[in-house]
């Protein structure tokens, strides 16, 4: 059925690729997508569009939005009936960025001999497995997202022993390690692109080249085209300039990327995280992107890649080529991707991938990274609970508050870190009791947060330092921009782990590559492991919950009637059933019902017969 002009809303939003752009521009425009389902609006035509955005969206705009619901292909995953077990599915995952992690050798940057020196922390907190961020060789413009040599390792994390001995140390260990495979891009230092500048056959054709830019923006600011005199062409970098993007239309590039992962795979991997998989399939003919949705989605170009033509062809080839042959687990990185086309990509039944990231819960509704604003944690319920019962039985959710690209969560919802280890507490409450594989982030587990940057040294990042001078040229004045940067850096995450009091925090022997956190006295592993009430004692405590009790891995989910201000759910399984209660505001609360049942679990040490700012409760119902 073509969806045209007159279609009304509530018909486009039955198909899973209508339902995800509609959803994600009205969550851009600070909407919510129930108001489709759930008053009169649905009944309005996608030609009204521009009236429902008071103009943000103007003709050209619902042009390139008719074209887009027309371009993505259907074929959603069934609901099904049951859900299939999987380890991973009742895995408990840490996510690992070796250069902040532990620097073994004194030089000032986290290492692999280092994680495998930490191995036995991590199996502490009753972790399953591990993703460890790229470890491969790399000229670090964007900390080894940018790879170099594929089946070599950076010099400055140590050596290819060293990843052997790791991986053979988590399996010692009863855990997996998942690699990080950057497919989307390579290095520009990479041979086959330097032999594709030398316009060496068949390297020209391993990347996108174009006569002129077309108005794709870089997710690192500025053109996503960079020129080169040798070839008089463009070359397209959807990241930093030397971040190559690959041409994923070559059988030829999918055979080498397939031969590396095959390689990792046979060399012990359990299997991949898979960065911005869901870009490598880029519409033909690289069409410009409409300005209006770029500013809504705040990337220009994006609805041409973000679920490119042939991406679930091409996942179907991987998984076919690599992870079926070696029962590989993978979770694939995959940004503007909602709810119903994140089913394409991960039902039991696809044969493409595992899991997925998606992200649009990371930011409020309307607001985008750098935006200067306080997370509010009610705004976030909505997608929380819409990924808890509208995913189907076939696909199984990610539950992730934090990763090595965004401020820590805490520090979001809460700036002065008042009340920080109470919603560490809470988040962690929440990981653990919902449906869905938990990823933690390093740091998490001791309630670290965010780094008092106050000026443009201290930070490393090249998304931030490009932001910076994108800024600095508009004119904007320092003190604003730096703001915004405080609010949005990824360093916030960066920052060196925080193992005991000593010096740097025991993260390194030398010069750490980026600050350590001033709190680092009070907030690290050793001392969180004699403190009574200390994040990391909850952390244990949650974890281990979590993995006694299957009601709360495979159990229903039932969210219970409450107001905004209090998020309270139900997990049932074979007659076991718990309830999960959490104030999600800093102000105290009334219980919305009366609650007699054994409370198993608290964010606080005393008892009220109120809910406190940000408590977290779990009671065992039977
Ligand atoms: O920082 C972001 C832009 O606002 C994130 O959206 C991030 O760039 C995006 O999710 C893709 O992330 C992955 O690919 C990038 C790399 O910089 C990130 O660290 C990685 O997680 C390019 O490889
Ligand atoms: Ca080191």
Partial sequence: MKTDRRSRLKDVMKTASGHDVIARLLYSLGMDESLIEKTPLGYLRIGSLSRLSMGKLNEEAIDALLRLLNSLQEEGAEDGSGISRAWWKEAVFYQVYPRSFYDSNGDGIGDIKGITAKLDHIRSLGVDAIWCSPFYDSPNADNGYDIRDYRKIMKEFGTMEDVEELIDECHKRGMKIIIDLVMNHTSDEHEWFQRALNGEKPYEDYYIWSEKPNNWTSFFSGSAWKYFEQRKKYALHLFAEKQMDLNWDNPQVRKEMYDIANWWLDKGADGFRLDVVSFISKTEGLPDGDPTIGSLISFTGIEHYFHGPHLDEYLREFHRECLAPHDAYTVGECPGNGLKMSRMITGDDRNELSQLFSFDHIENPGKIRFDVYDFDLRKMIPEIVRWQTQYSDHCWPTVFFDNHDNPKMC????????????????????????????????????????????????????????????????????????????????????????????????????????????????????????????????????????????????????????????????????????????????????????????????????????????????????
């Avoid at 594989?437 to 947060?449: C, D, F, L, R, V």
């Fill in 411 to 622: 520090s979001k919802i809460d700036r002065t870190d008042t009340h920080s280890v109470l919603i560490n507490k809470l988040l962690v409450t929440m990981q653990m009791t919902l449906k869905g594989t938990p990823y933690i982030y390093q740091g998490n587990e001791i309630g670290m947060t965010d780094y008092p940057f106050t000026s443009i040294e201290e930070y490393r990042d090249i998304e931030t330092l490009n932001f910076y001078q994108k800024l600095k040229e508009e004119g904007i004045e320092e003190k604003e921009i730096l703001k915004r940067l405080f609010y949005g850096s990824r360093d916030h995450a960066r920052i060196p782990m925080q193992w005991n009091s000593e010096e740097n925090a025991g993260f390194t022997k030398g010069a750490p590559w980026i600050k350590v956190h001033p709190n680092y006295r009070t907030v690290n592993v050793e001392s969180e492991e004699k403190e009574e009430g200390s994040v990391l004692r909850f952390y244990r405590k949650m974890i281990a919950l979590r993995k006694e009790n299957e009601a709360l891995i495979y159990g229903s989910f039932t969210q219970l009637k409450t107001d905004r201000n209090i998020f309270a759910y139900e997990r049932e399984l074979d007659g076991k059933k718990y309830m999960v209660i959490m104030n999600l505001t800093d102000r105290e609360r009334n219980y919305p019902f009366t609650v007699d049942q054994k409370m198993i679990s608290s964010n606080y040490d005393s008892y009220s017969n109120r809910l406190r700012p940000f408590e977290a409760n779990i009671f065992e119902v039977r």
